[in-house]
Nanobody, 124 residues
Framework: QVQLVESGGGLVQAGGSLRLSCAASGRTFSSYDMGWFRQAPGKEREFVATITWSGGNTYYADSVKGRFTISRDNAKNTVYLQMTSLKPEDTAVYYC?????????????????WGQGTQVTVSS
């Protein structure tokens, strides 16, 4: 069982940066692959980025590649999403999620645990 709590969202101007954090409870955090997803009003939840349990592999949606960086600190039970060059279309609720498949997973239904989300709003 893993409980996830996101933080770091807020209001930022286009071109700005934010760093999201996702703190996990439980002693087995390092055994889970982690992902970030987002959901804008009226749209389906979409994949943003994922990182494998060791941090050795990452994968990004084309829409954020080169602007967002996912990382993790297993000693702190935390995964991060550094977001730079933000655009108004990045506005959404951002969720972190965990799965134990030990492979790159971009489909939300394969993730077992989810946080409550944090709002990111980018003004133009």
């Amino acid at each position: 069982q893993v409980q996830l709590v996101e933080s770091g969202g807020g209001l930022v101007q286009a071109g700005g940066s934010l760093r999201l954090s996702c703190a996990a409870s439980g002693r087995t955090f390092s055994s889970y692959d982690m992902g970030w997803f987002r959901q804008a009003p009226g749209k389906e939840r979409e994949f943003v980025a994922t990182i494998t349990w060791s941090g050795g592999n990452t994968y990004y949606a084309d829409s954020v590649k080169g602007r967002f960086t996912i990382s993790r600190d297993n000693a702190k039970n935390t995964v991060y999403l550094q977001m730079t060059s933000l655009k108004p279309e990045d506005t959404a609720v951002y969720y972190c999620a965990a799965n134990s498949l030990h492979t790159i997973v971009v489909t939300a239904t394969w993730y077992d645990y989810w946080g409550q989300g944090t709002q990111v709003t980018v003004s133009s």
